[in-house]
């Protein structure tokens, strides 16, 4: 679950690569379009291209865009950006895109670099994720669901994470 186009290439392409080799149906859910990545006539077609090129040649099962617009990194956001539209449609478009793949395993951005669509995807896709994470245990033998049990048990990562709130 990303916000623009080349998240899932930067943020975990050989993750993907490396979960296709292995078997898993893979997917890429992007938020927006990325249309403020930059300066060009319709800037959103060409990323989204980027997008699904890229997804072809990490060997990704499905891409699915939720529609929302670049928020860019700072200034107003209008109300139909990923940062200016309610939590909760951005909520429910992520829910319903999750909901319908059924992963296994769902990874997102850590926003580390401060952009606040990145952190905006972050955090619903936490919300989201969350209660279906609780019924899976996080134990040695099993890899926890989301990425956010890093986040839950103080940054112990797989296969040393013993989080009790994950059992
Ligand atoms: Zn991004």
């Not at 800037?43 to 891409?63: F, I, K, N, Q, T």
């Not at 865009?65 to 956001?77: I, N």
């Not at 951005?90 to 992963?103: L, M, W, Y």
């Not at 619903?124 to 890899?143: D, E, G, K, N, W």
């Amino acid at each position: 679950m990303v916000a623009h186009p080349d998240d899932e290439t930067f943020g975990c392409g050989s993750l993907l690569l490396h979960a296709r080799a292995a078997g898993a149906t893979t997917a890429v859910c992007c938020a927006t379009r990325g249309e403020a990545g930059g300066t060009g006539a319709d800037l959103g077609a060409v990323r989204e291209r980027e997008l699904r090129e890229a997804a072809a040649v990490l060997g990704v099962d499905h891409v699915d865009l939720l529609g929302f617009l670049d928020s860019g990194m700072s200034g107003p956001a209008a109300p139909a950006t990923l940062v200016g539209a309610p939590v909760v449609d951005v909520t429910a478009s992520v829910r319903a895109a999750v909901d319908a793949f059924g992963p296994d395993v769902l990874v997102t951005l850590d926003a580390s670099d401060g952009h606040r669509d990145h952190a905006r995807i972050r955090d619903v896709t936490i919300a989201v994720a969350r209660p279906a994470s609780a019924r899976s245990a996080c134990t040695p033998h099993r890899p926890p669901r989301t990425t956010a049990c890093r986040r839950t048990c103080g940054g112990r990562s797989w296969p040393t994470c013993t989080c009790a709130r994950w059992t």
